[in-house]
């Protein structure tokens, strides 16, 4: 969190893994003191035209400077978040630890593209 980044996507790597438990724990760590340098956009359940709408409000935010963590549906699910992702210095991907759903991780990384992804976060099915 500390290089220079503008944009940072939270991708779920399958369709029943939740992002809730990073969502909420990314908001008390960029923002404890109440500043509005990083903002959070919640992209889940977007349709293409807020897709691209999003994507759009990162670039604008990055040329004043903000930085902006997105986050989105599960990239295998819904291509609303492409238009972001693209947009995007980076990717955080969410992973289930207790998944068997390969094939939707593989899939995740072969349309970001492994090397924007900047590391993984691992949360229980419970999460």
């Known amino acids: ?8 996507v939270v991708i779920p790597a399958g369709p029943s893994t939740s992002v809730d438990s ?3 724990a990314l908001q008390l760590v960029l923002a404890p003191d109440g500043s ?12 293409m035209g ?4 999003l994507a759009r409000q990162v670039v604008d935010g990055g ?3 903000r930085r902006v963590v997105a986050f989105i549906d599960p990239i295998t699910q ?3 978040g492409v238009p ?7 990717v955080l991907l969410i992973v289930q630890i207790d998944s068997s759903d390969v094939e939707s991780l593989s899939s995740t990384l072969s349309i970001v593209g492994a090397d924007r992804v900047v590391g993984a976060v691992a949360v229980s099915a419970s999460s």
Do not use: F, K, P
Not at 1 to 8: A, E, K, N, R
Not at 50 to 53: A, K, N, Q, T
């Open 1 to 8: 969190m500390t290089t220079s980044w503008q944009c940072l």
């Open 22 to 24: 990073v969502l909420d």
């Open 36 to 47: 509005d340098t990083t903002e959070i956009l919640d992209g889940r359940s977007a349709s």
């Open 50 to 53: 807020d897709g691209d709408l």
């Open 63 to 65: 040329s004043t400077g």
């Open 78 to 80: 819904s291509l609303a």
């Open 84 to 90: 972001l992702v693209r947009a995007a210095d980076s």
